[in-house]
């Protein structure tokens, strides 16, 4: 490109950002060379302490740079400087402040930086507080930033045509990354808008879910940094206690991370439900499930000196395993297999290497020091906690690795093909059954474990005194649970023994725990957390069972035709029913209605109403749902559609709009649909009824039939009002006051379609009657038949005092009072108008009595009238004068010429009904035990965090 | 030998043992031809046919969505989604079906659609640039 002078660009940002992550960058891997060699040469304090010093500082600039640059991209952001790429890939003139952050982690490069902020974040914590561990953790630390810092360096590496691109660099200009026509005009940065935010993302979720799960993510390093710290180091016992502190806060705010997902899933997508085995959610759950195993082995460690080295092994694991999954949502691998993987950005290598390297360090790490590892002579007895807890980490190793397994399928798909070109991949048929029915038996284990071991002993020798205590609380739950398995299978169906088994060992779970606690644990605090966590554990197995198992498509319309598809298996498939406005429909215990909806910029909210019945039909209790949509900003589509949920204790009615009739999706087409319709002029004098007929289709059949109508028009309203129409001041308004029927059917429709004439355009209002598919709308020929014979009327002058009556043209008037608040259809107070109007009442020559208000105002010093009318007599009525000495008014009063016409206006009777929505309704019974139990599970690890830090600060005090 | 080595040679004995019964679970991606054939569940992967109509009243049946699809091998059928039409179909590049033939028309229960996103776009723009500099 020839060299433009462009204007109009914020380059100075840009300079700043740049800097701010080659510095970055640089500054991250000094720290770690620093932090090596104070490592290495921790023999030789003086030269260590200059070798901390350098790390310290070269760690501090990478947070001040990296801060740096993420304010800076803030900055572009807030102020919308689309020249750069970013911005104009996330960011749009209409995208809410709020929404600021989402739209700062929505891209790769913004996720990458929130992940290196939390990983400076820890990082300083560990330099205040890990002491003897700073070195070599931060060492650690630092080299991971410096792998994630490459992912947002974008230089280029190599030589000749095709250098590699390493990174992807957020602070590029738009004309940097891409070649268009647009970059030729120097003023580009005008003609230029942003993309936006994806509305499914404009969510209070995607404020709060990213950085939970990326502050899970960087905190599993802490672990992993210890443990690679303590195997270089060969100090195997005194990095236990730390590394169980913080990968007890880790497994806390991970678990709570994913659980966002799945509660952002549930609550405002429209996906009907918490977890669906995607790939994308397996491999964070993964991660976390070593991280529990290493928590466990970590205490084992703590308490008798065994499984270290599998400590070892699970926290170097849980880090490759974040990596890994890293890899799997970022490179595109998984494209074909999951609903929110992101595509390629061509980081693969990098995000390969980013894990290899990972791997293959903790690996030879581990491999190298491995006989070194302390381990005690005496196996650790059966009837020990020590032994039945390393069982359990097993198991959900043992879990983990199925789960990888099978999600890794593309992975080794893509294996298998760079070997061999005509290895065809393979795929899992049918991904939540196949993962269910593994994870079932997981479930069942787990709740075994965590009962028994609870009672058992660490480092048991006696057991055969200990025994009958054991046996006695092992009966004593066993027992309880069994009961309480009867009660829960009175409530919800259990389907199949598999299910049976697994929740009763879940509420085994809970029972033992709960008695543990109050039988041994007593006033022993440090177990109130294994307590808490562990009770979770089952109820939320409980909740799992209750709404998975008995989740019911309540939107099931038996009506539905049958028979349209060979065999009934995909009967549950149909979950969507179709609602008619203000038809009530019977759904499973509930009549169901869509009352009404409204339109506030883009969304649009719809009530459905819930009436639940009991076995009479007696109404016992009602309550509302809003469900909506977002449209696009064209408004051609919709963008995202929120559900809406009802919360009971025991339950959640759960609805969303599964589609709408395609005129209320697309407005375009809405119009296109609008100018086909096959609209036939009529003509009626008001209080006439003409009748007529028209063939109406039979719902895009080529069948027609003729049906007769009848139309009747009532009258002219000068102020109408419609559903559509915002009145605007100058706007000159038109409605018909109709009723129309058709003869086949009872019902008779009272409608007034407007048309308004403003600043020379015509605007339509049509009235659409969906129960006879017909559309009613005026033309422009209303205007003359309405103000025409006005058009030549000559106004008369008139003196009254109050009371005075006059005749005119056969008709009796009398001026019977002011009004000192003066209602007109056209008037509208403003401050300082001085209005009054004249009431005058009129006896007609055709024998009836009417009324008219014309009004008399003086705004700004200058007389102003508003005319009134009784059309009926053609009378028009204008108040021009007050004269306060005399005590009379002026009124002029003319009256229209010639016949009334008759009044035009055209139906359509193939305007096929739009007021109907396509609703899914799922009741998810007991899902609160879920969300309680998780959220007890991610209490029960703080706890225990907790509890250890105190207990810390506590020696260290003494 | 220790317990606990027993256990953990058990537990991979079971894990093998799953993994290959998961076998069963798995298969690969098919053509209408191959579920014509076989007349079991299968995923197929194929392109939407845009000349082709698309059909979806939800006053007839809010659970009846139909349009075509050409598959690997470049055959078009017909496909019946027991679902609602979802947005953006249109724009959709690949599909990928689970479900079976049911006479000429495969019936689908699952759909994955991957439409273009705009890191595609991005991708686009990095490619063309690296291989002009």
Redesign the interface.
Known sequence: MQDIQYVGEHLVPGYIGQAAIMLGFSAALLAAVAYFFATQKRDKVAEANNWLRIGRWSFLVHGIAIFTLIGTMFYVMINQYYEYQYVQAHVSEDLPMKYIFSAFWEGQEGSFLLWMFWHIVLGMVLMGTAKKWEAPTLSIVSLVQVFIGSMILGVYVGFGDDPTRVGSNPMLLLRQTMDAPIFASADYVEQIAGTGLNPLLQNYWMTIHPPTLFLGFASTTIPFAYAIAALWTQDHKSWLKPGLRWSLFSGAILGTGILMGGAWAYEALSFGGYWAWDPVENMSLVPWLILIAGIHTNLVANATGQSIRSTYVFYLLTFVLIVYSTFLTRSGVLGDTSVHAFTEMGLETQLVLFNVFFLLLGAVLLGVRYSSVPTPKKEEATASKEFWMFIGSLVLLFSAALITASTSLPVYNKIMAYFDPNYIGRVITDPIPHYNKYQIWIAVFIGLLSGVSQYLRYKERNFSKYAPKFLLHSGIALGVSGGLTYLTSLWIDLQAWQYSTMLFFAWYTVVSNLDYLFSFAKSNLKMAGSVVAHGGFGLMIVGILASGLNQEVISNNPFVMEGLIEGASEEQMRKNVLLFKNSPLIMDDYRVTYVEDTVEQFTRTFTVNYQKLDSTGQVVEEFNLYPNILYDKSFTKIAASNPSTKRYLERDIFTHIASLPQVEIDMEYRQAREDSLNYKPYRAMPGETISFLDTVPIRDRDTFFVKQYEATVLGVDRSPTHPDYHKEQGDLPIGLDMKIQRLDEDSVFRIKPVLVLREQMLYSYPVQINDISTKVRLNEGIFDAVFGRELDMEYEPFTFKQGDKINYNGHEIQFAGFNKNPEHPNYEPQEDDVAVSAMVSVQGNNGQAYTAQPVYLIRGNSPFNLKDEIPELGLHFRFTGIDPKTETIELMIGQAEGVQQALPFEVATDSLRSDYIVLEAIEFPGINLFWAGTILMMLGLLMSMFFRIGQRRASLGA | M???YI??IV?VA??IG??TS?AD?????ATFEDAATNGE???I?GQLAKDKEMY?????????FSFYIRDAEGEERKV?L????P??FELSE?I?L?GSM??DEF?A??M?M?CP????D??V?????????
Not at chain 2, 117 to 120: A, L, T, V
Not at chain 2, 125 to 133: D, N, T
């Open positions: 220790k317990k606990i256990v953990a537990m079971v894990a799953l993994l998961a679970d798995m298969s690969t991606y569940r299968v995923k992967a979806y009243n939800p006053e007839e049946d809010p659970n009846y019946v027991l679902s609602e039409k947005q953006d690949q990928v689970t049911k006479g019936v229960t699952d994955l991957k996103s705009k890191y595609k991005e991708e723009y990095i490619k063309s640039e690296a291989s002009k500099s």
